[in-house]
């Protein structure tokens, strides 16, 4: 799976849009992004993933460049129980690889 | 439906004795998947099974570690003898298929061997 990079650590207000982002430039074709996040003693959850297209659910928003080679998952109003840490990772979607959770971003959302 | 349940939620064991944790998948996925999770390592694959049958276990740190899946709905991870540096939180997780599927963590159990 091609490699991403992250920033360690990002601050956002609360109610304010949270926008963290994601360089995946080494990205294969067939491979998707996939956005998980981790709150503070529980497990993972998954949140949204995308091949090219931007895509929306009810709990965020993935832009992925045209390039393909950087995308950015948003929160748009972000609140307190968002904080947590994001895990951004690129995988084939039809393909049996394990996930390899890297370092991820630790979003501290601000009162 | 309930999610992903693991048991206990909390071990403390002494070195060198054995420790059980247990996993139920959501009912219907055909995959369940066991992490590991340290903050000097992060979180790690230790095994994965589909449909019962392990499939990559090349996660599984050494010989004092085993898993089985005797079942559709439940999944036991074994630590025998364990030593303290085994200390961690453990998640199961489960999917509708393959690892390709989205996984669905449980809350994971917290072993700490003194």
């Known amino acids: 799976d091609a490699k991403t990079t992250q920033p360690t650590s990002m601050d956002c207000a609360e109610g304010r849009a949270a926008n963290l982002p994601c360089n995946h430039s080494?990205?294969?074709?067939?491979?998707?992004v996939y956005w998980y996040r981790q709150i503070h003693s529980q497990g993972p959850q998954y949140i949204i993933h995308?091949?090219?297209n931007n895509e929306t659910n009810e709990m965020a928003s993935l832009i992925i460049t045209e390039d393909r080679k950087s995308s950015t998952l948003i929160l748009p109003h972000a609140t307190l129980r968002d904080t947590a840490v994001y895990y951004c990772?690129?995988?084939?979607?039809?393909?049996?690889?394990?996930?390899?959770f890297g370092k991820g971003t630790r979003l501290h959302i601000l009162p | 439906d309930a999610g992903v349940i693991q048991s206990p939620r909390h071990e403390v064991t002494e070195m060198g004795q054995e420790v059980t944790l247990r996993c139920k998948p959501i009912?219907?996925?055909?995959?369940l998947f066991w992490y590991r999770q340290t903050m000097m390592r992060g979180l790690e694959l230790l095994i994965y099974?589909?449909?019962?049958?392990?499939?990559?276990d090349s996660g599984m740190p050494e010989d004092r570690f085993s898993a089985k899946m005797p079942n559709a709905s439940f999944s036991t991870l074994k630590i025998q003898p364990s030593e303290p540096r085994d200390s961690a939180v453990y998640f199961c997780?489960?999917?509708?298929?393959?690892?390709?599927?989205?996984?669905?963590f449980g809350p994971g159990t917290r072993l700490t061997v003194l």
């Open positions: 997780a489960s999917s509708l298929g393959g690892s390709a599927d989205t996984q669905y």
């Open positions: 080494t990205i294969s074709g067939n491979e998707y």
């Open positions: 995308g091949l090219k």
């Open positions: 990772i690129v995988r084939v979607a039809n393909r049996d690889d394990k996930i390899i």
């Open positions: 009912s219907g996925h055909n995959s």
């Open positions: 099974f589909n449909n019962n049958v392990p499939i990559d």
